[in-house]
C-alpha cells in the first residue's frame, strides 16, 4: 500500500520530455538460459534491447588445431565432441569428407544403418531442444517428459556401441561394429511409442496461449536476411525456404527414402520450434524406412590402420539437426590432415541473434536465444 | 556415541518433536549432507549427462536432497561439468568465490579432472581445475555415466558427515591464483 507522504515527488506527466539513458547487461558466461559458456552483452533502453554482442571463446578447444596432429581415424573422437548433442551426425561428416577425400566406396548396410543412427539421434538432439526451450519459458514438465524419450534412443545407442553421449560409432569406410540383434525390432517399438509422444508435446505446447505469447511473433528472422547471414537447418526453414541437405545434394542413402522438408511462414520463435517438432516425424518416417530395406551385408570397406588419402582437399557438408556441418580437408598425402576446416551451424546461426533480437524485451532474448538450438562447442570449436 | 550416529534415525522417529540430546558435528553434517544444492553450471559435454539427463525422471538429482540452483550464491556444491578452458578459468574462481561457506566441488570427466582428450596439442584448455579451485570428489569418465556422477554425490555426502566442527579453525583456505 503507498503511503501519502509530503516528500514524494509530483507525479510524472506526459508532455515533459523524459531523457532516457543507455546502459549494458552482462548475460553469461555463467547463465542457465545461454546453454553453455557463452556471453551476451546487451546495450538496453529501459526494458528494450538496442544492440546485442555476443562474446565467445569461453569454449574454444582448438580443434582444428589438434586435427593437424590427429590420424584421420583417431580424430573422430574429437567430431563426438564438436557436437555432443549430436554426435552421431558429427561423425557422419567427418566419415562423408574422408571418403570424398580418398574416394572409399561405403558398403549399404553400413549406409542405412549411419542413417537410422544419424537421424535417432536428430530426434534426441531435437528433444533436448525441445527439453531446455520449454524450461527456459517457464515450463518444467516438457523437460521432464522429452527426457523419458531421450533415455530410451540412449537405450539404442548403448546397446550398440556403448556409450551413452560421445558415440564414436562410425569409421572411416563404415561403422564399427553391427547392431545387436534385437536393434531392428526395440528401434521399430520406439518409432510407434515417438509418434503419439510428439502429440503429446503438442498439446502441452503448441496451441498454449502463454507459449504462443512467449514466442508467436517474436524474434522475426525474414527469409533475405537469414540466407545473407548464411543461417541454416531449422531457422533458416522457419524462415521459409525449403533447403536441406538430405533431400537437395543426398549423401549417405537419403535419397532412398521419402521425407519431407517442414518449412514455417513467418520466421518467428514459434516456427523454428515447429520445424523442430514436425522434424521428429519425419525422422522417425525416415528410420522406419531405413529399418524396413536394411540390406545384408559388410559394414565397414577396408580402410587400413595407417590410412594415407592421396594429396588434395575435400569439401563434404550434411544437414545436421542444427544445420549445415561442413568438413573441409587439405591432404598432404600423410597419415594426419595438413588443415581441417570445421563449418559448424551454430557458430554462423549465431551471427544472425543481433538482427534477430534487436528492439524485442529482455525477457524475448531467452525466447529468442534458445529457438536457434546454439550449443558452444559447435561455436567456439 | 552409539546414539549420537543414530540422531537422524530418531529425529524422524519422534513425532511432533520433543527433547533430544545429540552432538552438534551429527546435526550440522547430517543436514548439510542430506540438503546439497547444486549450482547449474555445465560447460560442455559432461553438462548434458551430468546436470540434464541424471536432473531428469530416471536418475533424479532429487532423491538425494540435490535441487538445482541457478545463483552461486544459494549453492552449496559445484560440478564442474566440462572442459575448463583458460578464457573459463578465471570466471570459475569468480563463481567459486561467490559461493557461501561450505562449499564443495565435484570435478566431473576427464577435462575437469586434468583436461581429458585436450591435454597434448592444445593451446586453450586449462590441464585440470584443481590448478584454480579446490576439488572433493573426482568422477572419471568421458562423459561419466549418471550413475557415476550419483556414486561421487554418495561419495561426497560420506565426506561431509566426517567433517568436525572443532577442525573448522584449523582449516586453511585454499584459493590458489591462476595461472
Not at chain 1, 535419397?255 to 522434424?279: A, Q, S
Request: glycine share 8%; hydrophobic share 40%; net charge neutral.
Amino acid at each position: 500500500m503507498m503511503v501519502d507522504s509530503p516528500d514524494r515527488p509530483e507525479p510524472l506527466t506526459g508532455d515533459r520530455n523524459l531523457e532516457t539513458e543507455e546502459f549494458v547487461v552482462n548475460m553469461g558466461p555463467q547463465h542457465p538460459s545461454t546453454h553453455g559458456v557463452c556471453r551476451l552483452i546487451l546495450t538496453m533502453d529501459g526494458e528494450v534491447i538496442k544492440k546485442v554482442v555476443p562474446d565467445i571463446g569461453f569454449l574454444h578447444r582448438s580443434i582444428e588445431k589438434i586435427a593437424e596432429n590427429r590420424t584421420y581415424h583417431q580424430f573422430m573422437i574429437y567430431t563426438d565432441r564438436i557436437d555432443y548433442v549430436s554426435s552421431m551426425n558429427a561423425n557422419h561428416a567427418w566419415c562423408v569428407a574422408v571418403e570424398k577425400l580418398a574416394g572409399i566406396e561405403v558398403p549399404e548396410r553400413a549406409e542405412y544403418l549411419r542413417v537410422i543412427m544419424a537421424e535417432l539421434n536428430r530426434i534426441a538432439s531435437h528433444l533436448v531442444f525441445l527439453a531446455s526451450f520449454a524450461i527456459d519459458l517457464g515450463a518444467v514438465t516438457p523437460f521432464l517428459y522429452a527426457f523419458r524419450e531421450r533415455e530410451r534412443i540412449v537405450d539404442l545407442f548403448e546397446m550398440t556401441c556403448g556409450q551413452r553421449l560421445t558415440y564414436n560409432y562410425m569409421r572411416i569406410g563404415g561403422v564399427s561394429k553391427d547392431v545387436p540383434k534385437d536393434f531392428v525390432s526395440e528401434t521399430k517399438k520406439f518409432c510407434s511409442y515417438l509418434y503419439p509422444r510428439v502429440d503429446e508435446y503438442e498439446a502441452i505446447l503448441t496451441e498454449n496461449p502463454i507459449f504462443l505469447g512467449r514466442t508467436k511473433g517474436i524474434g522475426l528472422l525474414d527469409l533475405p536476411t537469414a540466407i545473407n547471414y548464411s543461417v541454416s537447418g531449422p531457422p533458416l526453414r522457419g524462415s521459409g525456404l525449403k533447403w536441406d541437405i538430405r533431400k537437395d545434394e543426398p549423401y549417405s542413402a537419403y535419397e532412398k527414402f521419402d521425407f519431407d522438408i517442414p518449412t514455417g511462414e513467418n520466421g518467428d520463435t514459434w516456427d523454428r520450434y515447429k520445424v523442430r517438432i514436425e522434424e521428429m516425424r519425419q525422422s522417425a518416417r525416415i528410420v522406419e524406412q531405413a529399418l524396413e530395406g536394411l540390406p545384408e551385408g559388410g559394414i565397414k570397406a577396408k580402410v587400413p590402420a595407417r590410412f594415407r588419402p592421396p594429396q588434395g582437399e575435400a569439401f563434404a557438408r550434411i544437414e545436421a539437426p542444427r544445420g549445415e556441418m561442413a568438413y573441409f580437408i587439405v591432404s598432404d598425402g600423410s597419415t594426419k590432415p595438413y588443415r581441417v576446416k570445421i563449418r559448424t551451424a551454430s557458430f554462423c546461426n549465431l551471427q544472425a541473434l543481433p538482427v534477430m533480437a534487436r528492439g524485442w524485451k529482455i525477457a524475448d532474448i531467452v525466447a529468442i536465444f534458445g529457438s536457434l538450438d546454439i550449443i558452444l562447442p559447435e561455436v567456439d570449436r | 556415541m552409539g546414539v549420537v550416529q543414530k540422531v537422524p534415525v530418531y529425529l524422524e522417529k519422534i513425532p511432533g518433536g520433543g527433547l533430544i540430546t545429540t552432538s552438534l558435528d551429527a546435526v550440522l553434517n547430517w543436514s548439510r549432507a542430506s540438503s546439497l544444492w547444486y549450482l547449474l553450471f555445465g560447460t560442455a559435454c559432461c553438462a548434458i549427462e551430468g546436470l540434464m539427463c541424471t536432473g531428469a525422471s530416471r536418475y533424479d538429482y532429487d532423491r538425494f536432497g540435490m535441487i538445482f540452483r541457478a545463483s552461486p550464491r544459494q549453492a552449496d556444491l559445484m560440478i564442474v561439468a566440462g572442459t575448463i578452458t583458460n578464457k573459463m578459468a578465471k570466471r570459475v574462481k569468480i563463481l567459486y568465490e561467490q559461493m557461501s561457506e561450505p562449499k564443495y566441488v565435484i570435478a566431473m570427466g576427464g577435462c575437469a579432472i586434468r583436461g581429458g582428450p585436450f591435454y597434448y596439442d592444445c593451446y586453450s584448455v586449462l590441464r585440470g581445475v584443481d590448478l584454480v579451485i579446490p576439488v572433493d570428489v573426482y568422477v572419471p569418465g568421458c562423459p561419466p555415466r549418471p550413475e557415476s556422477i550419483l556414486e561421487g554425490c554418495l561419495k561426497l555426502q560420506q565426506k561431509i558427515k566426517k567433517q568436525k566442527v572443532s577442525d573448522w579453525s584449523k582449516t586453511e583456505k585454499f584459493i590458489p591464483e591462476p595461472k
